[in-house]
Nanobody, 124 residues
Framework: QVQLIESGGGLVQAGGSLRLSCAAS????????MAWFRQAPGKEREFGAG????????YYADSVKGRFTISRDNAKNTVYLQMNSLKPEDTAVYYC?????????????????WGQGTQVTVSS
């Protein structure tokens, strides 16, 4: 069982930056691929960024590529999402997710555990 707790969301102006953190419980954090998804009002949950268990592979949605950076610290059981050059269309609830796999899935159904989400609001 893995519990995920996100933090770092908030209100920011367009062009600004935020750093999300996701702290995981359990001793097997290093065995999980991790990802950030987001869900805007009235829209489906969408993949944002993913990172392999070792951190050697990273994947990004086209909408965030070049602006967001995912990273992890297995010693601290934490995954991060650095978000720069934020746009109003980045406004959403951001969810951290974990999958017990050596792959790095980009679909929500492949993830076993989810956090409660943190709100990110970007004003224009």
């Amino acid at each position: 069982q893995v519990q995920l707790i996100e933090s770092g969301g908030g209100l920011v102006q367009a062009g600004g930056s935020l750093r999300l953190s996701c702290a995981a419980s359990g001793r097997t954090f290093g065995s999980y691929a991790m990802a950030w998804f987001r869900q805007a009002p009235g829209k489906e949950r969408e993949f944002g960024a993913g990172i392999s268990w070792s951190g050697s592979s990273k994947y990004y949605a086209d909408s965030v590529k070049g602006r967001f950076t995912i990273s992890r610290d297995n010693a601290k059981n934490t995954v991060y999402l650095q978000m720069n050059s934020l746009k109003p269309e980045d406004t959403a609830v951001y969810y951290c997710a974990a999958a017990f796999t050596r792959m790095t899935p980009t679909t929500a159904g492949a993830y076993d555990y989810w956090g409660q989400g943190t709100q990110v609001t970007v004003s224009s």
